[in-house]
Protein backbone atom coordinates (compact mmCIF):
# COMPACT_ATOMS: atom_id res chain seq x y z
CA UNK A 1 0.00 0.00 0.00
CA UNK A 2 2.99 2.77 0.65
CA UNK A 3 4.39 1.85 -2.53
CA UNK A 4 0.74 2.71 -4.26
CA UNK A 5 0.32 5.99 -2.27
CA UNK A 6 3.71 6.97 -3.74
CA UNK A 7 3.03 6.37 -7.09
CA UNK A 8 0.59 9.15 -6.64
CA UNK A 9 3.88 11.61 -5.60
CA UNK A 10 5.38 10.68 -8.74
CA UNK A 11 2.79 10.83 -11.28
CA UNK A 12 5.31 9.88 -14.33
CA UNK A 13 3.25 7.73 -16.81
CA UNK A 14 5.45 4.41 -15.31
CA UNK A 15 3.67 5.71 -12.01
CA UNK A 16 0.44 5.56 -13.68
CA UNK A 17 0.69 2.25 -15.27
CA UNK A 18 1.35 1.14 -11.91
CA UNK A 19 -1.66 2.31 -10.47
CA UNK A 20 -3.86 1.38 -12.94
CA UNK A 21 -1.81 -2.68 -13.03
CA UNK A 22 -2.56 -2.33 -9.28
CA UNK A 23 -5.91 -1.47 -9.35
CA UNK A 24 -7.11 -4.09 -12.38
CA UNK A 25 -4.79 -7.02 -10.73
CA UNK A 26 -6.74 -6.05 -7.09
CA UNK A 27 -10.39 -5.70 -8.96
CA UNK A 28 -9.88 -9.63 -10.86
CA UNK A 29 -8.31 -11.23 -7.79
CA UNK A 30 -11.09 -10.22 -5.54
CA UNK A 31 -13.35 -11.87 -8.48
CA UNK A 32 -11.50 -14.87 -9.17
CA UNK A 33 -9.41 -16.77 -6.83
CA UNK A 34 -6.81 -18.20 -9.14
CA UNK A 35 -5.88 -14.57 -10.58
CA UNK A 36 -4.40 -13.55 -7.33
CA UNK A 37 -1.09 -15.17 -9.35
CA UNK A 38 -1.43 -11.82 -11.23
CA UNK A 39 -1.00 -9.49 -8.24
CA UNK A 40 2.33 -10.94 -7.50
CA UNK A 41 4.51 -8.61 -10.32
CA UNK A 42 3.15 -5.79 -9.37
CA UNK A 43 3.28 -6.15 -5.77
CA UNK A 44 6.83 -7.26 -6.44
CA UNK A 45 7.08 -3.92 -8.44
CA UNK A 46 5.26 -1.38 -5.41
CA UNK A 47 6.89 -3.23 -2.45
CA UNK A 48 10.44 -2.61 -4.18
CA UNK A 49 9.50 1.11 -4.86
CA UNK A 50 9.27 1.86 -1.13
CA UNK A 51 12.55 -0.13 -0.73
CA UNK A 52 14.10 1.42 -3.31
CA UNK A 53 12.90 5.06 -2.06
CA UNK A 54 15.00 4.53 1.34
CA UNK A 55 17.92 3.29 -0.39
CA UNK A 56 18.02 5.93 -2.29
CA UNK A 57 17.19 8.49 0.84
CA UNK A 58 19.85 6.33 2.67
CA UNK A 59 22.60 6.24 -0.34
CA UNK A 60 22.08 10.17 -0.68
CA UNK A 61 23.77 10.97 2.29
CA UNK A 62 27.00 8.90 1.69
CA UNK A 63 27.35 10.28 -1.67
CA UNK A 64 27.19 14.12 -0.23
CA UNK A 65 29.65 13.23 2.30
CA UNK A 66 31.75 11.66 -0.32
CA UNK A 67 31.62 15.12 -1.68
CA UNK A 68 28.72 14.88 -4.31
CA UNK A 69 26.77 17.30 -5.63
CA UNK A 70 23.19 17.33 -5.45
CA UNK A 71 22.00 17.37 -8.72
CA UNK A 72 20.14 20.97 -9.29
CA UNK A 73 16.96 20.20 -11.39
CA UNK A 74 16.77 22.80 -14.41
CA UNK A 75 14.24 25.30 -14.05
CA UNK A 76 11.43 25.44 -16.12
CA UNK A 77 10.88 28.30 -18.51
CA UNK A 78 8.37 30.30 -17.48
CA UNK A 79 5.76 30.99 -19.59
CA UNK A 80 3.08 33.80 -19.30
CA UNK A 81 -0.76 32.59 -19.35
CA UNK A 82 -1.96 29.40 -19.13
CA UNK A 83 -1.99 26.86 -16.23
CA UNK A 84 1.18 28.03 -15.44
CA UNK A 85 0.52 31.59 -14.39
CA UNK A 86 -2.09 30.22 -12.44
CA UNK A 87 0.17 28.14 -9.95
CA UNK A 88 2.45 30.81 -9.32
CA UNK A 89 0.06 33.16 -8.78
CA UNK A 90 -1.54 30.35 -6.33
CA UNK A 91 1.79 30.20 -4.75
CA UNK A 92 2.53 33.62 -4.21
CA UNK A 93 -0.55 33.74 -2.21
CA UNK A 94 -0.95 30.64 -0.32
CA UNK A 95 3.08 29.83 -0.29
CA UNK A 96 4.14 31.93 2.66
CA UNK A 97 0.68 29.71 4.17
CA UNK A 98 1.85 26.14 3.14
CA UNK A 99 5.38 26.36 3.83
CA UNK A 100 6.36 27.41 6.84
CA UNK A 101 9.54 29.39 7.82
CA UNK A 102 10.74 25.90 10.27
CA UNK A 103 9.99 23.54 6.70
CA UNK A 104 12.78 25.79 4.66
CA UNK A 105 14.66 25.86 7.68
CA UNK A 106 14.77 21.98 8.46
CA UNK A 107 15.51 21.74 3.81
CA UNK A 108 18.68 24.07 4.60
CA UNK A 109 20.21 22.09 7.64
CA UNK A 110 19.11 18.64 5.79
CA UNK A 111 22.03 20.36 3.07
CA UNK A 112 24.44 21.27 5.75
CA UNK A 113 27.50 18.65 6.98
CA UNK A 114 25.49 18.17 9.89
CA UNK A 115 22.33 17.67 8.29
CA UNK A 116 23.99 14.82 6.32
CA UNK A 117 25.67 12.91 9.52
CA UNK A 118 22.99 12.95 11.19
CA UNK A 119 20.71 11.31 7.70
CA UNK A 120 23.67 9.17 7.14
CA UNK A 121 22.80 7.76 11.31
CA UNK A 122 19.23 7.03 10.69
CA UNK A 123 20.17 5.40 7.28
CA UNK A 124 22.75 3.42 9.58
CA UNK A 125 20.23 2.40 12.26
CA UNK A 126 17.20 1.68 9.48
CA UNK A 127 19.64 -0.66 8.01
CA UNK A 128 20.89 -2.55 11.04
CA UNK A 129 17.19 -2.54 12.03
CA UNK A 130 16.30 -3.81 8.84
CA UNK A 131 18.94 -6.60 8.69
CA UNK A 132 18.23 -7.96 12.29
CA UNK A 133 14.67 -8.53 11.34
CA UNK A 134 14.52 -9.08 8.04
CA UNK A 135 17.56 -11.42 7.25
CA UNK A 136 16.35 -14.36 9.41
CA UNK A 137 13.38 -14.03 7.12
CA UNK A 138 15.70 -14.09 3.83
CA UNK A 139 17.09 -17.01 4.98
CA UNK A 140 14.40 -19.08 5.83
CA UNK A 141 12.26 -18.31 2.52
CA UNK A 142 15.64 -19.18 0.66
CA UNK A 143 15.35 -22.36 2.60
CA UNK A 144 11.77 -23.13 1.51
CA UNK A 145 12.11 -22.36 -1.54
CA UNK A 146 14.98 -24.55 -1.79
CA UNK A 147 12.81 -27.41 -0.12
CA UNK A 148 10.16 -26.74 -2.69
CA UNK A 149 12.15 -26.62 -5.75
CA UNK A 150 13.45 -30.27 -5.01
CA UNK A 151 10.25 -31.42 -4.03
CA UNK A 152 8.72 -30.04 -7.48
CA UNK A 153 11.85 -31.11 -9.48
CA UNK A 154 10.92 -34.74 -8.85
CA UNK A 155 8.76 -36.92 -11.30
CA UNK A 156 5.34 -36.97 -9.91
CA UNK A 157 4.43 -40.28 -10.94
CA UNK A 158 7.89 -42.13 -9.63
CA UNK A 159 8.88 -41.13 -6.45
CA UNK A 160 11.03 -42.81 -3.48
CA UNK A 161 9.31 -44.61 -0.65
CA UNK A 162 10.90 -45.54 2.61
CA UNK A 163 9.22 -49.32 3.06
CA UNK A 164 8.65 -51.52 6.34
CA UNK A 165 11.86 -53.25 6.44
CA UNK A 166 13.28 -49.47 6.58
CA UNK A 167 15.07 -49.83 3.01
CA UNK A 168 14.04 -47.33 0.00
CA UNK A 169 12.09 -48.34 -2.84
CA UNK A 170 11.46 -46.30 -6.53
CA UNK A 171 7.63 -46.61 -6.40
CA UNK A 172 6.86 -46.77 -9.89
CA UNK A 173 3.07 -47.64 -10.39
CA UNK A 174 1.73 -44.96 -11.95
CA UNK A 175 4.52 -45.17 -14.58
CA UNK A 176 3.95 -48.83 -14.75
CA UNK A 177 0.08 -48.45 -15.07
CA UNK A 178 0.04 -45.52 -17.93
CA UNK A 179 2.77 -47.69 -20.08
CA UNK A 180 0.33 -50.75 -19.65
CA UNK A 181 -2.50 -48.96 -21.03
CA UNK A 182 -0.37 -47.46 -24.23
CA UNK A 183 0.89 -51.28 -24.87
CA UNK A 184 -1.98 -53.14 -24.00
CA UNK A 185 -5.17 -51.09 -25.05
CA UNK A 186 -5.93 -50.48 -28.27
CA UNK A 187 -5.00 -46.91 -29.88
CA UNK A 188 -8.66 -45.31 -30.01
CA UNK A 189 -9.34 -46.58 -26.54
CA UNK A 190 -11.08 -43.75 -24.45
CA UNK A 191 -10.29 -44.05 -20.59
CA UNK A 192 -12.62 -42.65 -17.65
CA UNK A 193 -10.78 -41.18 -14.45
CA UNK A 194 -10.87 -38.17 -12.27
CA UNK A 195 -9.75 -35.30 -14.17
CA UNK A 196 -6.85 -34.75 -12.13
CA UNK A 197 -4.98 -37.65 -14.11
CA UNK A 198 -6.19 -36.42 -17.27
CA UNK A 199 -2.47 -34.89 -18.47
CA UNK A 200 -0.48 -38.08 -17.51
CA UNK A 201 -2.80 -40.22 -19.34
CA UNK A 202 -2.97 -38.38 -22.45
CA UNK A 203 1.08 -37.94 -22.65
CA UNK A 204 2.09 -41.22 -20.70
CA UNK A 205 -0.36 -43.83 -21.82
CA UNK A 206 -0.95 -42.02 -25.24
CA UNK A 207 -4.76 -42.98 -24.93
CA UNK A 208 -8.28 -40.45 -25.01
CA UNK A 209 -9.08 -39.19 -21.64
CA UNK A 210 -12.50 -38.02 -20.60
CA UNK A 211 -11.03 -34.71 -18.75
CA UNK A 212 -7.96 -33.19 -17.61
CA UNK A 213 -6.83 -30.43 -16.02
CA UNK A 214 -9.21 -27.96 -18.12
CA UNK A 215 -11.83 -27.58 -16.03
CA UNK A 216 -13.11 -24.69 -17.21
CA UNK A 217 -15.96 -27.08 -18.01
CA UNK A 218 -17.85 -27.85 -14.77
CA UNK A 219 -20.87 -29.11 -16.24
CA UNK A 220 -18.37 -32.00 -18.44
CA UNK A 221 -16.53 -32.94 -14.45
CA UNK A 222 -19.82 -32.92 -12.80
CA UNK A 223 -21.16 -35.93 -15.46
CA UNK A 224 -18.07 -37.26 -14.76
CA UNK A 225 -18.28 -37.33 -11.00
CA UNK A 226 -21.57 -38.43 -11.42
CA UNK A 227 -20.52 -41.39 -13.41
CA UNK A 228 -18.14 -42.41 -10.72
CA UNK A 229 -19.57 -41.83 -7.54
CA UNK A 230 -23.32 -43.47 -8.82
CA UNK A 231 -24.06 -46.78 -8.43
CA UNK A 232 -22.42 -49.50 -10.30
CA UNK A 233 -25.44 -50.34 -12.93
CA UNK A 234 -26.47 -46.77 -13.45
CA UNK A 235 -23.23 -45.69 -13.73
CA UNK A 236 -22.60 -48.05 -16.52
CA UNK A 237 -25.48 -47.40 -18.15
CA UNK A 238 -23.74 -44.05 -18.43
CA UNK A 239 -20.01 -45.22 -19.23
CA UNK A 240 -20.39 -47.74 -21.66
CA UNK A 241 -21.44 -44.19 -24.10
CA UNK A 242 -18.55 -42.76 -23.69
CA UNK A 243 -15.51 -45.00 -22.14
CA UNK A 244 -13.68 -48.19 -22.70
CA UNK A 245 -11.83 -48.33 -19.36
CA UNK A 246 -12.09 -47.11 -15.92
CA UNK A 247 -8.87 -45.92 -14.21
CA UNK A 248 -8.72 -44.88 -10.27
CA UNK A 249 -5.94 -44.71 -7.76
CA UNK A 250 -6.47 -46.94 -5.11
CA UNK A 251 -3.72 -47.25 -2.14
CA UNK A 252 -4.66 -44.98 0.52
CA UNK A 253 -2.85 -41.50 0.69
CA UNK A 254 -4.82 -38.90 -1.04
CA UNK A 255 -6.01 -42.01 -3.70
CA UNK A 256 -9.63 -41.59 -5.43
CA UNK A 257 -11.88 -42.50 -2.19
CA UNK A 258 -10.15 -39.43 -0.30
CA UNK A 259 -11.20 -37.25 -2.98
CA UNK A 260 -14.83 -39.11 -3.28
CA UNK A 261 -16.69 -36.50 -1.55
CA UNK A 262 -15.45 -33.37 -3.90
CA UNK A 263 -16.37 -35.56 -6.74
CA UNK A 264 -19.79 -36.19 -5.13
CA UNK A 265 -20.24 -32.46 -3.92
CA UNK A 266 -19.39 -31.39 -7.52
CA UNK A 267 -21.37 -34.13 -9.48
CA UNK A 268 -24.33 -32.43 -6.99
CA UNK A 269 -23.80 -29.31 -8.34
CA UNK A 270 -25.00 -30.14 -11.36
CA UNK A 271 -27.33 -33.14 -10.92
CA UNK A 272 -29.40 -32.28 -7.46
CA UNK A 273 -30.24 -35.86 -7.79
CA UNK A 274 -27.01 -37.74 -6.41
CA UNK A 275 -26.83 -35.81 -2.69
CA UNK A 276 -30.20 -33.94 -3.05
CA UNK A 277 -30.44 -29.77 -2.42
CA UNK A 278 -31.15 -30.68 1.45
CA UNK A 279 -27.58 -32.19 1.25
CA UNK A 280 -25.48 -29.65 -0.89
CA UNK A 281 -21.91 -30.79 0.76
CA UNK A 282 -22.74 -34.38 -0.01
CA UNK A 283 -22.20 -35.40 4.01
CA UNK A 284 -24.34 -38.82 3.37
CA UNK A 285 -21.13 -39.73 0.50
CA UNK A 286 -18.53 -40.83 2.90
CA UNK A 287 -17.21 -42.96 5.64
CA UNK A 288 -18.45 -43.39 9.24
CA UNK A 289 -15.81 -42.93 12.10
CA UNK A 290 -14.80 -46.62 11.93
CA UNK A 291 -14.19 -46.57 8.69
CA UNK A 292 -17.32 -48.15 7.15
CA UNK A 293 -18.52 -46.54 4.52
CA UNK A 294 -21.89 -45.36 4.36
CA UNK A 295 -24.41 -46.71 2.29
CA UNK A 296 -24.31 -44.43 -0.60
CA UNK A 297 -20.32 -45.18 -0.89
CA UNK A 298 -20.82 -48.73 -0.49
CA UNK A 299 -22.81 -48.93 -3.43
CA UNK A 300 -20.76 -46.80 -5.66
CA UNK A 301 -18.68 -47.73 -8.50
CA UNK A 302 -15.83 -45.90 -7.49
CA UNK A 303 -16.02 -47.69 -4.14
CA UNK A 304 -16.25 -51.20 -5.72
CA UNK A 305 -13.47 -50.62 -8.36
CA UNK A 306 -10.81 -49.25 -5.46
CA UNK A 307 -11.78 -51.72 -3.30
CA UNK A 308 -12.83 -54.74 -5.58
CA UNK A 309 -11.01 -58.24 -4.00
CA UNK A 310 -9.17 -56.36 -1.62
CA UNK A 311 -12.20 -56.00 0.76
CA UNK A 312 -14.36 -58.57 2.15
CA UNK A 313 -17.57 -58.99 -0.40
CA UNK A 314 -16.24 -56.54 -2.49
CA UNK A 315 -16.10 -57.00 -5.99
CA UNK A 316 -17.45 -54.98 -9.24
CA UNK A 317 -20.12 -56.98 -11.33
CA UNK A 318 -18.29 -58.82 -14.45
CA UNK A 319 -21.48 -58.04 -16.31
CA UNK A 320 -20.38 -54.26 -15.94
CA UNK A 321 -16.67 -54.05 -14.96
CA UNK A 322 -13.77 -56.65 -15.46
CA UNK A 323 -10.60 -55.95 -13.96
CA UNK A 324 -7.77 -55.37 -16.27
CA UNK A 325 -4.61 -54.59 -14.02
CA UNK A 326 -3.25 -53.82 -11.08
CA UNK A 327 -0.07 -52.27 -10.38
CA UNK A 328 2.68 -53.86 -8.04
CA UNK A 329 1.67 -52.30 -5.31
CA UNK A 330 -1.99 -51.77 -5.64
CA UNK A 331 -1.69 -47.72 -6.27
CA UNK A 332 -3.27 -47.91 -9.25
CA UNK A 333 -5.80 -50.17 -11.15
CA UNK A 334 -7.67 -50.52 -14.39
CA UNK A 335 -10.98 -51.91 -15.43
CA UNK A 336 -12.16 -52.73 -19.17
CA UNK A 337 -16.16 -51.46 -19.26
CA UNK A 338 -18.16 -54.41 -21.03
CA UNK A 339 -20.29 -54.29 -23.68
CA UNK A 340 -19.43 -50.84 -25.02
CA UNK A 341 -21.86 -49.21 -27.19
CA UNK A 342 -20.00 -49.38 -30.50
CA UNK A 343 -22.69 -47.33 -32.11
CA UNK A 344 -22.23 -44.16 -29.36
CA UNK A 345 -18.23 -44.54 -29.98
CA UNK A 346 -18.51 -44.12 -33.97
CA UNK A 347 -20.44 -41.35 -33.26
CA UNK A 348 -18.42 -39.49 -31.20
CA UNK A 349 -15.83 -40.34 -33.52
CA UNK A 350 -17.06 -39.05 -36.87
CA UNK A 351 -15.87 -35.58 -37.66
CA UNK A 352 -19.36 -34.80 -38.67
CA UNK A 353 -20.83 -34.74 -35.24
CA UNK A 354 -18.16 -32.19 -33.74
CA UNK A 355 -19.56 -28.50 -33.46
CA UNK A 356 -16.37 -26.19 -34.87
CA UNK A 357 -15.77 -22.78 -33.89
CA UNK A 358 -15.66 -21.57 -37.93
CA UNK A 359 -15.96 -23.81 -40.84
CA UNK A 360 -12.51 -25.34 -41.68
CA UNK A 361 -10.95 -24.55 -38.23
CA UNK A 362 -9.15 -26.60 -35.98
CA UNK A 363 -10.59 -26.27 -33.15
CA UNK A 364 -13.86 -28.45 -33.25
CA UNK A 365 -15.42 -29.15 -29.90
CA UNK A 366 -17.13 -32.68 -29.78
CA UNK A 367 -20.86 -33.72 -28.28
CA UNK A 368 -22.13 -36.24 -26.24
CA UNK A 369 -23.69 -39.10 -28.22
CA UNK A 370 -27.44 -39.32 -28.55
CA UNK A 371 -27.85 -41.84 -26.32
CA UNK A 372 -26.16 -39.73 -23.02
CA UNK A 373 -28.76 -36.91 -24.29
CA UNK A 374 -31.52 -38.11 -21.49
CA UNK A 375 -28.47 -37.55 -18.73
CA UNK A 376 -27.27 -34.95 -19.88
CA UNK A 377 -31.15 -33.29 -20.51
CA UNK A 378 -30.98 -33.50 -16.19
CA UNK A 379 -28.12 -31.06 -16.19
CA UNK A 380 -28.84 -27.80 -14.34
CA UNK A 381 -25.91 -24.36 -15.33
CA UNK A 382 -23.92 -24.25 -12.31
CA UNK A 383 -22.86 -20.41 -11.19
CA UNK A 384 -19.91 -20.75 -9.76
CA UNK A 385 -18.78 -18.00 -7.11
CA UNK A 386 -15.86 -17.29 -8.97
CA UNK A 387 -17.43 -17.27 -12.36
CA UNK A 388 -18.06 -13.72 -13.15
CA UNK A 389 -19.08 -13.82 -16.50
CA UNK A 390 -22.18 -16.20 -16.04
CA UNK A 391 -24.95 -13.76 -14.91
CA UNK A 392 -28.61 -14.75 -14.25
CA UNK A 393 -27.35 -18.25 -14.17
CA UNK A 394 -29.36 -20.23 -10.93
CA UNK A 395 -27.26 -21.32 -8.60
CA UNK A 396 -26.64 -24.76 -7.37
CA UNK A 397 -27.51 -25.49 -3.63
CA UNK A 398 -23.71 -25.74 -3.19
CA UNK A 399 -23.33 -22.38 -4.01
CA UNK A 400 -25.91 -21.21 -1.86
CA UNK A 401 -24.10 -23.30 0.77
CA UNK A 402 -21.09 -20.74 0.51
CA UNK A 403 -22.43 -17.71 0.13
CA UNK A 404 -24.55 -18.46 3.47
CA UNK A 405 -21.51 -19.24 5.24
CA UNK A 406 -19.74 -16.31 3.81
CA UNK A 407 -22.02 -14.21 4.64
CA UNK A 408 -22.11 -15.34 8.57
CA UNK A 409 -17.91 -15.35 8.17
CA UNK A 410 -17.96 -19.19 8.42
Given amino acids: FPGFVLCFFHRTPGAWFMILYALVAY ?7 RLIIICGPIVSVLGGLVLGSVVDW ?14 EKPEAPKRSG ?34 RILQLAVALGIASFGYDKAWPMITEYVQHCDRNARGLSNPQIVFMHRMQ ?22 EDSRVMAWWDYGYQITGVANRTTIADGN ?27 LADYVLVWAGGHGDDLAKSPHMARIGNSVFPDICGDDDPTCSKFGFYQGGEPTPMMAKSLLY ?6 IKPDVKANPKWFTEAHTSKHGLVRIFKVQNVSLESKEWVADPNNRVCDKPGSWYCV ?29 KSAYTKYIEKNQGQGV
Fill in 304 to 309: KLHSHN
Fill in 58 to 71: ALEAVFALLGEKEA
Fill in 215 to 241: TWNHEHIATLGRCLTAPEQRAWNAIRH
Fill in 27 to 33: HFSTKMS
Fill in 82 to 115: GMGSIKRGIGRTFGPILVAEEWKDLQKFRRSASG
Fill in 366 to 394: GQYPPALQPLIAKRKNFAQLEDFNRKGAE
Fill in 165 to 186: NGQNAIIDDYLKAYEWLRDNTP
